[in-house]
């Protein structure tokens, strides 16, 4: 599966920004998508994945701020992301599971700062 991400950047404090990832080339059906996030020095995270039947999951930290969405038709999914702080500073990676395997993207890199 190859998944290609877009929507990283620089942005000031406060600000938002739209992270999309498509999915192509899966043999398996795709059931949930999501997006995690590495900061410098620690680990990867959760950030917020979502179900093929729309259930959606997200990481304490970004409740209110984050929403999850997906095309299913189109296997992209997207992330927007509002009120944005400079802890939220990280590689963002995209993933994709099936009943097989767990595909990740190459990364998008977020950086918020004035």
């Known amino acids: 599966v190859q998944?290609?991400?877009?929507g990283g950047g620089l942005v000031q404090?406060?600000?938002s920004l739209r992270l999309s990832c498509a999915a192509s080339g899966s043999r398996f059906r795709i059931n949930t998508m999501g997006w995690y996030r590495q900061?410098?020095?620690?680990?990867r995270d959760l950030v917020a994945d979502i179900t093929?039947?729309?259930?959606?999951?997200?990481?304490?930290?970004?409740?209110?701020?984050?929403?999850i969405?997906?095309?299913?038709?189109?296997?992209?999914?997207?992330?927007?992301?509002n009120?944005?702080?400079?802890?939220?500073?990280?590689v963002y990676y995209c993933n994709?599971?099936?009943s097989y395997n767990s595909n990740?993207?190459?990364?998008?890199?977020v950086t918020v700062s004035s």
């Open 52 to 67: 093929s039947s729309g259930i959606t999951n997200y990481a304490d930290s970004v409740k209110g701020r984050f929403t």
């Open 13 to 15: 404090p406060g600000g």
């Open 69 to 81: 969405s997906r095309d299913n038709a189109k296997n992209t999914v997207y992330l927007q992301m």
């Open 104 to 109: 990740w993207g190459q990364g998008t890199e």
């Open 3 to 6: 998944l290609q991400a877009f």
């Open 96 to 98: 994709a599971r099936t």
């Open 39 to 43: 900061a410098p020095g620690k680990q």
């Open 83 to 90: 009120s944005l702080k400079p802890e939220d500073t990280a």
